[in-house]
Each structure stands twice: as structure tokens, then as C-alpha cells.
């Protein structure tokens, strides 16, 4: 059923309020609100089919009316009004993730931590290396007599390093034949392709430095299988404490936050470049009084990951929803352009 335009705007301004109050609103306060010209009757007629038809709910009978997920929604794609990002804001967000780049390892936790700050909500960040990627970059570091430091970067930007111990030396020559190995057979091969029995045939190939280089390519071959594995990363945890007044809410929400694979399939479950995961809907107690802001992020075209905020269900949607949305467009930006810079 198409809503009609008093209807619509009723709905908006209701939603609004509540958004602004968190308190139910009544025909008195509507009138006041839209400015039609009704009885207060009329609109209270209006909000009692809003209500049949799902978009409003009355928490109890003598109070008024206050938005449900399917007003929520009707609201977000119908009738909100998108803030433009402000110039300020998009400046510091550039430079943020920009400065997060230099240590592309922990460019997901940093840039959580980033959005988390800015909007005031915990951020959480799910990020799935796609089994086709391929290893872009393999670096290895000495830092001692019998230690380097292994860092591969893959063709989705992403970055895991380990620190690697030897019962041996690892003269220049050891690191140098480990460089052209893995210029050889390591880089460029997507990440499926590290099996056990790819392991043994590279360490075949050592001959007689096949005692040295067992711990090295085992280490790659560690760092491969963290790379492949789906990753949640949650920062600004203790925001929860001042973004919910109730702190029965808040708390329940902390232990959630724990649950990484529940975390993943929330996230991961959203398609549109920015969405709301509504929490009534998904049948999880904790999340109920809540709502997640998600967006996507690319990296050279490809979909990887999901970048969002959990708040209350009145969050700020229309300061919320286009910060989201850009966080997340930069933030792939800044990671393609890393794999760029290391090309050149």
C-alpha cells in the first residue's frame, strides 16, 4: 500500500522527534510538528493505521506513538534527506586513513578506531580475503642473527606480518636465495593455492638449504592461512556506555561484541554499498534496541569488506548514513592506493 503524502509526512516527523527525544509522540505534539491543518483526531486516526499497517507502534495504551524497522526503513529510503559530508569532516577522514596507510598491517584496526572516534559509536570492520587473491608482496627483514620479520601483502591490500626464529644463522645469503624464492613460486599465486603438499614441494626445492628454509616458508605458508580466514575487528567498545542511557542495554551489548562469527554474518550479509542492519529483525535479544550503519569497501573493484557503527535504534541517521558511506569509499580508495604505490 502507497503511503499517502500526510501520512508520509507524519511518519517523517515522528520518526524525527523520536530520533531527537526518544520519547513517544502524540497527536499534540504531531500538530505542532507538521503544522497540518487537522483535528487532532484526524491525526490520530492517521498514526492508528500507520500503526496497523507497521510502521508505528504505541509502547503502551495512553502513550503515543513512537517508529518500528519497517517505519525505520520506509523513512531511510523514502523520505530522509541526506546530509552532505561536511568539507571539514571529509579532510580529516582523508588524512586519517591516509596516515593509517604507511602500516597497512593494522589499517583496518586503526581505521576502526578512527570511525568509532568520529561518529561516537563503536565501529565494527569485517574484512573476507577472497580464496582468487593472489600474494602481491612478500618482504622479509632481518632483525637479528637467527630472526626476521616475514610481511606479505595481498592483491586485496591486505597485511599480515610474523616474526620468524631460527635454531640457524641466516646470513645475507640465506635471505637473498629466500627473495628469489619467493619472486618465483610465492608471489602471484593465489592464496587456495597453499597446501601442504605446495609446502613440501617448496622445501624440496631448498636442497641443501632446505634445514634453513623450512621455518621461513612454514612461516609463509602461517601467514597465508591468517589471510585467508574472515576477521572482525571491533574498537570503541566503551562508547556503548555513553551512547545507551539504559546500562542493562549496554552491557548485554559488550558481550555481544565478543561473538566474532555472529559479528561476521551480520556484516557480512549486506550487499548495498550502506545499509541498516535492523536489530528487532534479527531475532538476537541483545541487538534489539539497536541498529547497525554498514557499508562496503572495495579494493581494485573487488568487494572484501564491510565497515559499520552499532547504536541505539535512534542513532543521528542523517549525519550517520553519508559519514558511513564515505569512511567506507575512502577507505578502499586509500587501500588500492597502497597496492598502486607498491607497483610503482
Do not use: W
Not at 503515543?64 to 523520505?79: A, I, K, M, N, V
Not at 569532516?89 to 588524512?95: A, G, N, S, T
Request: charged share 25%; glycine share 6%.
Amino acid at each position: 500500500m502507497e503511503l499517502s503524502e500526510r501520512k508520509k509526512q507524519i511518519l517523517a516527523a515522528v520518526i524525527k522527534n523520536y530520533i531527537k527525544t526518544g520519547e513517544p509522540v502524540g497527536s499534540k505534539l504531531l500538530m505542532e510538528l507538521t503544522g497540518l491543518n487537522v483535528s487532532s483526531a484526524t491525526l490520530r486516526n492517521e498514526m492508528s493505521e500507520l500503526c496497523e499497517l507497521g510502521y508505528l507502534e504505541q509502547p503502551h495504551t495512553s502513550a503515543g506513538r513512537q517508529p518500528t524497522s519497517l517505519g525505520y526503513d520506509f523513512y531511510f529510503e523514502r523520505l530522509m534527506n541526506r546530509r552532505e559530508v561536511p568539507d571539514d569532516l571529509r579532510q580529516i577522514i582523508d588524512k586519517m586513513l591516509t596516515d593509517a596507510a604507511k602500516d597497512p598491517e593494522h589499517l583496518a584496526s586503526i581505521a576502526g578506531q578512527v570511525l568509532s572516534d568520529m561518529t561516537g559509536f563503536p565501529a565494527i570492520m569485517a574484512t573476507v580475503t577472497r580464496r582468487e587473491a593472489v600474494v602481491h608482496r612478500v618482504d622479509i627483514m632481518p632483525m637479528g642473527r637467527r630472526t626476521v620479520l616475514l610481511l606479505i601483502i595481498t592483491s586485496d591490500g591486505l597485511a599480515r606480518s610474523r616474526i620468524c626464529r631460527s635454531a640457524f644463522d641466516l646470513p645475507a645469503s640465506v635471505v637473498g636465495y629466500f627473495k628469489r624464492l619467493s619472486d618465483a613460486y610465492i608471489i602471484g599465486k593465489e592464496l587456495n593455492d597453499f597446501t601442504p603438499a605446495y609446502l613440501q614441494r617448496l622445501v624440496m626445492m631448498c636442497g641443501d638449504l632446505a634445514l634453513l628454509m623450512t621455518p621461513l616458508v612454514s612461516s609463509v605458508f602461517e601467514i597465508v592461512e591468517e589471510l585467508r580466514s574472515k576477521t572482525i575487528s571491533v574498537k570503541g567498545e566503551s562508547n556503548l556506555m555513553k551512547c545507551y542511557s539504559n546500562e542493562y542495554d549496554a552491557r548485554a551489548l559488550l558481550g555481544l561484541l565478543t561473538r566474532q562469527e555472529l559479528l561476521f554474518s551480520l556484516l557480512a550479509g549486506t550487499n548495498e554499498n550502506v545499509e541498516i542492519v535492523f536489530g528487532d529483525k534479527t531475532g538476537i535479544d541483545e541487538l534489539r534496541p539497536s541498529n547497525i550503519v554498514v557499508a562496503k569497501y572495495t579494493v581494485g573493484g573487488e568487494d572484501i569488506g564491510r565497515i559499520g557503527v552499532l547504536g541505539p535504534a535512534r542513532m543521528a541517521y542523517e549525519q550517520i548514513i553519508p559519514s558511513v558511506e564515505y569512511f567506507a569509499e575512502k577507505l578502499g580508495e586509500v587501500m588500492t592506493q597502497a597496492i598502486n604505490d607498491l607497483d610503482e
